[in-house]
Nanobody
Framework: QVQLVESGGGSVEAGGSLRLSCAAS????????LGWFRQAPGSQAPGKDR?????????????TYADSVKGRFTISRDNDKNIGYLQMNTLKPEDTAVYYC??????????????WGQGTRVTVSS
């Protein structure tokens, strides 16, 4: 079991930046792909409408981004510290969501991610 805790969410104006962190409880964090997902506020199907926005290989040598965040967001990880990051720049109101980190397989499907954090809310005002 790997416990994940996100932090760094908050409210920001459009064009601003935030850095999310994902702290893991075990060194086995480094064995898994790290993914960042988001879910729009008020979703009627918690867990089922999560959009993957970025993922990074266990070693950190490869990453994939959703088109909606490409060029604005950067995923990274520090396996020595059991922590992952999502740097979010040039934020837009449509980035408003609850952001989740998860670890699992290198896919874009939420069901392949084994452990999840509780989420951190990001609100971007225009």
């Amino acid at each position: 079991q790997v416990q994940l805790v996100e932090s760094g969410g908050g409210s920001v104006e459009a064009g601003g930046s935030l850095r999310l962190s994902c702290a893991a409880s075990k060194r086995t964090f480094g064995y898994y792909t790290l993914g960042w997902f988001r879910q729009a506020p008020g979703s009627q199907a918690p867990g089922k409408d999560r959009e993957i926005i970025a993922r990074i290989t266990p070693s950190g040598d490869g990453a994939t981004y959703a088109d909606s965040v490409k060029g604005r967001f950067t995923i990274s990880r520090d396996n020595d510290k059991n922590i992952g990051y999502l740097q979010m720049n040039t934020l837009k109101p449509e980035d408003t969501a609850v952001y989740y980190c998860a670890v699992g397989s290198y896919t874009d499907r939420p069901e392949t991610y084994k452990f999840w954090g509780q989420g951190t809310r990001v609100t971007v005002s225009s």
